[in-house]
């Protein structure tokens, strides 16, 4: 745990030092999500901008060896997750994806299966462009982390579960086609 708050520590401070040059952009914060997510636990990577997968480019693919862990979609610091959650990229990615997090770098909401699971808050911005420190979110973010990383793909238990499955692939396909 006191290697997770360091790295947070570390993490908040890089993002507040790049807040305040003025010129961040949400690209600018990519570096330092990394070096957090990797942080976390042996032998995972974080790959910034992976190839595109049948539901669009996620900004992060999350790797243990050769298995996927999941996904992380970043917007700007200070961009509502709120509309961001109801864009048709989005609800592609929910509906695709069954361990994404969303994030704006500050607020972390981890996604299982299209459902929000924990939402944690490492801090706030302040009008001079610093991070506003949340001690409680600090863990909180800790342990959203730490549960994304842990999450485990279910397995199809019945014939349902898997009809579920696949008209749900077949629907995404399709509106790719469409949009094609």
């Known amino acids: 745990m006191v290697d997770e708050l360091k790295s947070a520590h570390d993490y908040i401070c ?4 790049e807040l305040l040059a003025g010129n961040a952009t949400e690209h600018t914060h990519r570096p330092a999500l990394k070096a957090l997510i990797e942080s976390l636990a042996a032998g995972v990577t974080a790959t910034n901008e992976p190839s ?5 480019a996620p900004d992060f693919v999350v790797t ?3 298995l996927t862990v999941g996904y992380v979609e970043a917007k700007d610091v200070g961009k509502s997750l709120d509309e961001a959650k109801k864009s048709e990229q989005l609800e592609r990615y929910l509906a695709s994806l069954s361990n994404l997090i969303l994030t704006d770098y ?6 299982v299966d299209g459902e929000r699971r924990l939402s944690a808050r490492l801090g706030t911005l302040t009008k001079e462009g610093k991070v506003k420190c949340d001690k409680a979110g ?7 982390l730490d549960n994304f990383l842990a999450h485990k793909a279910k397995a199809v238990g019945t014939p349902k579960e898997l ?3 696949m ?6 396909i399709r509106n790719l086609i469409v949009n094609a």
Do not use: D, M, N, P
């Not at 500050?106 to 996604?111: S, T, V």
């Not at 008209?167 to 995404?172: C, D, N, Q, V, W």
């Open 14 to 17: 890089t993002t507040e030092k």
């Open 52 to 56: 595109r997968i049948e539901c669009g």
């Open 138 to 144: 600090v863990q909180s973010v800790a342990e959203l």
């Open 106 to 111: 500050l607020e972390f909401r981890w996604y």
């Open 163 to 165: 009809a579920l499955r």
């Open 64 to 66: 243990k060896g050769a």
């Open 167 to 172: 008209a749900r692939l077949a629907h995404l």
